[in-house]
């Protein structure tokens, strides 16, 4: 057993020296921000704490400056780090009560933040993010490479259209007639019938198209279309193993050579094996096939 130890074991002692030397790089550095909670970003001073934070990492770290170029800044952040563990940072979105984390790896150009999610925000959580939501004006402003900057959120949050009742027109007015010598029973009045229109299929190009309501998402998808995010980014859910993700970038960009900006903007890695049930997001701006992948 003690042979087995010393031959193997090397490599996860260096693993866990270089995880437990980059977090006490991220507490040395940023003492008060660490294990502090949820701080809310800043939409007018960039030299506030969770902002400068995000500033410098974005910096080092190209992986989380290209995620937060894509899906834009979050509302709030948390870094959260155990005794002898690597610490994660966690971002808030509040507009879509989503929620975003990313752990710190070592690589040949720097620190890098691999992000992971989206994940659904914690409604304890969710309660102070949306107190925050109110208080901010603008979106959060950051210092990169000596200039200003903001991020604009994509997945801007838009409410469901209500369908408007459509009401009959009123009848004539009747003619008038001779009193009956024979008094009448009353007449009950007719109820007037409240007819709701359906959401018409999408006419316009699916390039073009934001499906707004939950009823065109159906009708989209019952056509033979792949479902779509507000955005007008396109979800796929992996329904069998022989979908891989360079098949699904293929499909759906006409290259698989774009395999690693659509890995990157899922946060994962273009090696990482995808299981079924997984929802893998295609960008817009790399969209040439909006019809969705056969199952084989």
Known sequence: MKTLR????????????????TACS???????????????LSDSDALMGANLFMSKEM??????????????????????????GTTRLIMFYAREQEVYTASPTERETGRQWVVRGPYQIDWRDNRQIQRVQKAMQDEP????????QRFATRHRYQPEKIVQPVLPPLPPP???????TRRAAPKRPVSAKVVATATPAPTQDPAQFRPSNI????????????????????????????????????????????????AQFNGTTPEKKIVV?????????????????PDE
């Open 6 to 21: 010393s031959h193997f074991y090397p490599i996860h002692w260096l693993c866990a020296l270089l995880l437990g030397l």
């Open 26 to 40: 991220l507490r040395n550095s940023y003492p008060g921000l660490v294990n502090r909670g949820i701080l809310p």
């Open 59 to 84: 910096e080092k770290s190209s992986y989380l400056y290209s995620f937060i170029k894509t899906r834009g800044a979050p509302t709030a952040i948390e870094l959260a780090q155990a005794s002898m």
């Open 141 to 148: 402003v950051f210092n990169l490479w000596g200039k200003t």
């Open 174 to 180: 009747a003619r008038t007639r001779r009193a009956p």
């Open 215 to 262: 009823d065109q998402k159906a009708l989209l998808m019952a056509q033979g279309f792949a479902e779509r995010a507000e955005n007008g980014d396109l979800i796929h859910t992996v329904k069998t193993e022989n979908q891989s993700l360079d098949k699904i970038t293929k499909w759906y960009t006409g290259s698989d050579k774009n395999v690693a900006e659509v």
């Open 277 to 293: 049930g997984e929802r893998i997001h295609i960008p817009l701006n790399l969209i040439r096939e909006f019809k969705a992948m």
